[in-house]
């Protein structure tokens, strides 16, 4: 008999009003364990409001959650998904140090050993190919090197759940295709990814599971591995 695993997230009931507007109304979101979702909408749909809820950015009124499997509440953030959640912007901001400093930013503010955050830091340099940025200043980064610094600042601090607020927006080609090359290498790591987009060269990555939301409903729909 095949188990049932738990999902690694899930909300239940979660509504967020926006002014007068009932911008969200969701009865369930469930997140898996290692699994990668697209979620996409018209403009104003609510998208980016979703993922920052998720990340504890933005409230909202949430009958039941767990994370993990255990019961939580959202309100205040608990410590075990702040740790496990790591929210990527649109436009990633950038501190005017350097990109070893960049990158290991939340490492330092955890206080992680020394010694760590240098292995863990030269690891994601080297995954997301900016090593020849170095001795470049976070200012004239174009915007596909700005958003791979800023996906390798999101993976060392290993999360469970990596949220992408619209990652290859406004990059040309070979920028998107940098940045889209990244994906599959987190789900490997066992990483669950929810990314929100309109970009059809995403949304077509193989074994991308569908969330669309539409009048602040959440409509669902697995895609098999080899679609």
């Given at each position: 008999?095949?188990?049932m695993?738990?999902?690694?997230l899930?909300?239940?009931h979660?509504q967020?009003?926006?002014?007068?507007?009932?911008?969200?109304?969701?009865d369930?979101l469930?997140i898996?364990?290692?699994?990668?979702?697209?979620?996409?909408g018209a403009?104003g749909?609510g998208?980016?409001?979703?993922?920052?809820?998720?990340?504890?950015?933005?409230?909202?009124?949430i009958?039941r959650?767990?994370?993990g499997?255990?019961?939580?509440?959202?309100?205040?953030?608990p410590r075990?998904?702040?740790?496990?959640i790591?929210?990527?912007?649109?436009h990633?901001v950038?501190?005017?140090t350097?990109?070893f400093?960049?990158?290991?930013?939340?490492?330092?503010?955890?206080?992680?050993?020394?010694?760590?955050i240098?292995?863990?830091?030269?690891?994601?340099?080297?995954?997301?190919?900016?090593?020849?940025?170095?001795?470049?200043r976070?200012?004239?980064l174009?915007g596909?090197?700005?958003q791979r610094?800023?996906l390798?600042?999101?993976?060392?601090?290993a999360?469970?759940?990596l949220?992408?607020?619209?990652?290859t927006a406004n990059?040309d080609?070979?920028?998107?295709e940098?940045?889209?090359?990244?994906i599959?290498?987190?789900?490997?790591?066992g990483?669950?990814v929810?990314?929100?987009c309109?970009?059809?060269d995403?949304i077509?990555?193989?074994?991308m599971q569908?969330?669309?939301l539409?009048?602040?409903h959440?409509?669902?729909r697995a895609?098999?591995?080899?679609?």
């Amino acid at each position: 008999m095949t188990m049932m695993t738990r999902p690694l997230l899930q909300l239940q009931h979660l509504q967020k009003t926006v002014g007068q507007r009932l911008l969200l109304d969701i009865d369930q979101l469930r997140i898996e364990p290692g699994c990668a979702y697209v979620l996409t909408g018209a403009n104003g749909s609510g998208k980016s409001t979703l993922l920052r809820v998720l990340a504890g950015l933005a409230p909202a009124e949430i009958a039941r959650a767990s994370f993990g499997g255990d019961a939580v509440r959202l309100s205040p953030y608990p410590r075990t998904m702040r740790d496990a959640i790591v929210y990527v912007h649109q436009h990633p901001v950038l501190f005017s140090t350097s990109l070893f400093h960049n990158i290991a930013y939340g490492l330092l503010a955890r206080g992680i050993e020394k010694a760590e955050i240098a292995r863990r830091v030269e690891e994601a340099i080297a995954w997301a190919g900016v090593a020849h940025l170095r001795g470049s200043r976070p200012a004239v980064l174009s915007g596909g090197e700005k958003q791979r610094v800023a996906l390798a600042r999101a993976k060392v601090l290993a999360p469970r759940l990596l949220l992408l607020d619209e990652p290859t927006a406004n990059l040309d080609g070979r920028a998107k295709e940098q940045v889209i090359a990244l994906i599959p290498s987190l789900l490997e790591a066992g990483n669950s990814v929810v990314i929100a987009c309109h970009d059809r060269d995403l949304i077509a990555v193989p074994g991308m599971q569908r969330m669309k939301l539409r009048d602040g409903h959440l409509q669902t729909r697995a895609v098999p591995a080899h679609s």
